[in-house]
């Protein structure tokens, strides 16, 4: 009996966890010979011909880069298949959208 509860409570975690990953999932783009497609979102204008560029300059056959909302805005992460040299590459095509934070309150306006 307390095994099945412990059971039915980690794989009730485990849904939550992925259902977390999944609303922080801003877009996925894949690498397949060379080419681009977009698995999940909508990547900013560019982003997916810059990443065909890049994936030409070094070879790349397969990789998948997915965007991801954190607490200091948007990351790009890589998968294994990417080279770590070429993340940077990757980061510099890529425009992140504008802050559009606000102004900050009362302090900011002197």
Known sequence: MLLTFLLMFAVL???VALMLWHARLVFSVELRDGATRVRRGQPPSGF???????ARRYGLKRGRIAAVRTDGGIQLRFSRHLPAKTHQAFRNVWTPPPGGGGGGGMRATG
């Open 48 to 54: 997916t011909r810059g990443c065909e560029d890049v």
């Open 13 to 15: 975690g485990l849904g």
